[in-house]
């Protein structure tokens, strides 16, 4: 089995479902259910042996020994993390707790599991650390896009939490051999993303008739993965990466944000016609807010024969419709009733 952590987030719930609709391997899902995670995105899976819900915070390190040496697992794919830039702004110190602190006690206690394996078992375990593009900083327009060894600049407190998470992997192989791999990924959307990041806010909103924020000029480019080919590459990596190497995942798809909301708005006009563009509303622009990230996946489709599935036009669409055919997921969720699902739904199966 494998170990997944923040596995009731957003790309962790989508990683999860994926994983066992492609798989008889079992996931134990080890999760904070912090105001990001949402169980109830897995209800499909509840009285599923396959996978086993497990309570519990990455600080916590004797949990995590526990955990290991009970269930045995043959990777850890790392996922937990406080997630949100505008967050991190108002009040970083959670994404040093978690980010940071949390991924050195995971670590910490992989390390120390993996050093009592032996032989092939040792060989084969993996630690994957699931990472962002916003490491390497912004770039310049026209300057190429980040490959594995562009240098790291990170400049908000998520994106600097996220490095230091990544220089402690980096560590832990360089020091002490631990097999580790790091995927460095640009922004993911699709099903499942809470409605605080740009995509999933903007169809919220859309369809409230509330204003849509734009941050500045709008002008700011970022490369958009569709989540699901975000979780088919960790698999791939997973599967077949070089220990202590990195590997960047994009969609190679590099828009400015204010494109992204008009597809949105064209989208929305299409299934529910009415005229969404003008609830466009330029307002502050974020502090340090990073002009432009882009992703060069050649690596990983050189090395490993990854490329993303989907493209703009068909992972954007897809998502609106999903946004379009889950309002009840959407109202829980704006009305926090998902955060009693481990309460009513889990006693007995959580642990
Ligand atoms: P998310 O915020 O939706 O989910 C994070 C999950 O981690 C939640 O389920 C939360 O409960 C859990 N968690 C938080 N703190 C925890 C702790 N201390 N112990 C255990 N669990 C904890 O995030 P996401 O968007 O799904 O991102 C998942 C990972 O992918 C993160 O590491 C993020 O940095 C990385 N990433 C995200 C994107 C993106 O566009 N969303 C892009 C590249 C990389
Ligand atoms: P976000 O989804 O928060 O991801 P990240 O900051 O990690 O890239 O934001 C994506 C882009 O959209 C970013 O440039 C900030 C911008 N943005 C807005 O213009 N308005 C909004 O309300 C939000 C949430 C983001």
Request: net charge negative.
């Amino acid at each position: 089995m494998i170990l997944v952590t923040g596995g009731a987030g957003f790309i962790g719930t989508n990683f999860v479902l994926d994983w066992l609709a492609q798989s008889d391997e079992a996931v134990i899902n080890f999760d904070k259910l912090t105001y990001a995670g949402n169980l109830q995105n897995l209800a499909s899976l509840a009285g599923d042996p396959r996978h086993v819900f497990v309570h519990g915070d990455i600080n916590d390190q004797q949990k995590i020994a526990t955990l290991l040496m009970r269930f045995q697992p043959r990777a850890i794919v790392h996922l937990a993390a406080e997630s949100h830039v505008d967050r991190s702004i108002h009040g970083p110190e959670e994404f040093i707790q978690t980010n940071i602190v949390g991924t050195f006690r995971l670590l910490e206690a992989a390390y120390r599991y993996w050093k009592e394996q032996k032989g092939k078992t040792q060989q084969d375990f993996r630690f994957l650390h699931v990472s962002t593009d916003e490491v390497y900083g912004s770039l310049a327009k026209g300057a190429p896009a980040f490959t594995e060894t562009h240098a790291y600049q990170p400049n908000s407190p998520y994106s600097a939490s996220k490095a230091s998470s990544d220089q402690l992997v980096r560590a832990y192989h360089h020091t002490y051999g631990l097999p580790t791999l790091i995927t460095n990924c640009s922004n993911n959307y699709g099903a499942f993303q809470f409605p605080e990041k740009l995509i999933p806010l903007m169809i919220v909103n859309a369809l409230a008739g509330k204003p849509l924020p734009i941050y500045g000029d709008g002008q700011q480019i970022r490369d958009w993965l569709y989540v699901q080919d975000h979780c088919s590459a960790i698999r791939r990596v997973l599967a077949a990466g070089v220990p202590g190497e990195t590997y960047n995942i994009g969609g190679w798809n590099e828009k400015p944000n204010i494109e992204i909301v008009h597809a949105i708005c064209s989208l929305l006009n299409e299934f529910r016609p009415a005229d969404y563009h003008r609830l466009i509303t330029y307002v502050a622009d974020r502090p340090g807010h990073d002009r432009r990230y882009a992703i060069d996946a050649r690596k990983i489709e050189r090395e490993l024969g990854w490329k993303p599935g989907e493209t703009f036009e068909t992972g954007i669409r897809k998502t609106v419709q999903w946004y379009l055919d889950n309002q009840n997921w959407l109202a829980n969720v704006q009305s926090g009733e998902y955060r009693k699902w481990i309460e009513t739904h889990y006693q007995g199966h959580a642990e």
